[in-house]
């Protein structure tokens, strides 16, 4: 026998809560927001009323928040310490995408800009 | 010294240690899901890399059509509003699968999958549209690029739509069960990161790219 019970130590991400109310509640307020991001990014991106080159930051970071919404909401990934496991593999995860990523954004922009003549040549180059 | 240990929490009351740790492995409703989390998050990487090449390569045109004469907003919208409700209602499906309402859960999974097959469907059209306009994956380094990408991910809804097919027959023949439950939670979480990723699509691809 043991003395504690295992599923009060860790929870399965997406694991549905107990009460049916705060379960409902969460995928609610979840939805709602993420339609405000959603509909704010489409309104960011067509609008002409802010700074352009600002326009693509600001919209990654709304992505970046919506996708906060659905980790939190919808998977049901909290700070609290039966949740460790699962934001120890997630935080894994982001690292790993962020390196490939910038890495990869950042050399290819320098290639391009550093060891091509023009746009032109760098379609040639990159035609497959 | 024993009972000294196991009041402490060292072993278990009596038993062998199990070299998993002083409580033993976690349950397997637990493990389950945790190492479907797992694959989650490294097909996460997948993308990443899918995502890194499309950036590297989005002005590649070669002459040929570029993001702003091909995509359309108002069929993004839709298609974003489609999925995000999917995911939404296939939460509910979670809610009332815990409460065993079989009915329920069964109507709930329809709609996600149906939600999920107008988001194929409109993507499908857009894929249809954009060869028949001259813009094939062979066009252009950047048209290679996007079909990839977006491809991919249109290839995981479908298995999603597959699987949740399967998950609605199996509850249907088998009943909440322990190991159906464990099948139906890894669903969820495969559908919501199916939605998380098209976030990432619609701002990169589709916003981003048709910025003025």
């Given at each position: 026998m043991t003395e504690h019970d295992p599923e009060q130590l860790n929870v399965a991400p997406g694991a549905p809560h107990d009460s049916m109310?705060?379960?409902?509640?969460?995928?609610?307020?979840?939805?709602?927001?993420?339609?405000?991001?959603?509909?704010?990014?489409?309104?960011?991106?067509?609008?002409?009323?802010?700074?352009?080159?600002?326009?693509?930051?600001?919209?990654?970071?709304?992505?970046?928040?919506?996708?906060?919404?659905?980790?939190?909401?919808?998977?049901?990934?909290?700070?609290?310490?039966?949740?460790?496991?699962?934001?120890?593999?997630?935080?894994?995860?982001?690292?790993?995408?962020?390196?490939?990523?910038?890495?990869?954004?950042?050399?290819?922009?320098?290639?391009?800009?550093?060891?091509?003549?023009?746009?032109?040549?760098?379609?040639?180059?990159?035609?497959h | 010294m024993t009972t000294e240990a196991a009041t402490i929490g060292l072993t278990h009351g009596g038993s062998e240690d199990t070299g998993l740790g002083h409580r033993g492995p976690e349950s397997k409703s637990i493990v389950v899901p945790y190492g479907f989390w797992l694959f989650v998050l490294s097909d996460m990487v997948l993308f990443s890399a899918l995502f890194a090449t499309y950036a590297a390569l989005s002005n590649a045109t070669d002459g040929g059509p570029t993001s702003n004469q091909l995509f359309d907003r108002n069929l993004v919208a839709i298609e974003t509003i489609a999925l995000l409700m999917s995911s939404f209602v296939c939460g509910l499906a979670m809610i009332t699968a815990k409460r065993k309402n079989m009915a329920w859960t069964q109507i709930w999974l329809l709609v996600t999958g149906l939600l999920g097959a107008v988001f194929l469907f409109i993507e499908l059209y857009e894929f249809a549209k954009m060869i028949g306009e001259g813009a094939p994956p062979q066009r252009s380094?950047?048209?290679?690029?996007?079909?990839?990408?977006?491809?991919?991910?249109?290839?995981?809804?479908?298995?999603?739509?597959?699987?949740?097919?399967?998950?609605?027959?199996?509850?249907?023949?088998?009943?909440?069960?322990?190991?159906?439950?464990?099948?139906?939670?890894?669903?969820?979480?495969?559908?919501?990161?199916?939605?998380?990723?098209?976030?990432?699509?619609?701002?990169?691809?589709?916003?981003?790219?048709?910025?003025?």
């Open positions: 109310l705060s379960e409902t509640l969460s995928y609610v307020i979840g939805l709602a927001l993420a339609l405000i991001l959603t509909g704010v990014s489409f309104w960011v991106a067509s609008t002409s009323s802010l700074w352009g080159p600002g326009v693509a930051v600001g919209l990654v970071v709304l992505a970046i928040a919506q996708m906060g919404i659905h980790l939190v909401f919808f998977l049901h990934i909290t700070s609290g310490p039966d949740n460790t496991n699962n934001v120890l593999a997630l935080a894994f995860g982001v690292l790993i995408v962020f390196l490939v990523m910038i890495g990869t954004i950042w050399i290819m922009s320098h290639m391009n800009a550093n060891m091509l003549p023009g746009p032109e040549m760098t379609n040639l180059q990159m035609q | 380094a950047f048209l290679s690029a996007f079909f990839t990408l977006v491809g991919c991910h249109g290839a995981h809804v479908t298995a999603g739509l597959l699987w949740i097919g399967t998950m609605m027959a199996q509850i249907w023949a088998k009943g909440f069960q322990e190991h159906i439950m464990r099948r139906l939670l890894c669903l969820s979480v495969f559908w919501h990161a199916l939605d998380i990723i098209w976030v990432a699509i619609f701002t990169i691809v589709y916003l981003i790219g048709t910025l003025p």
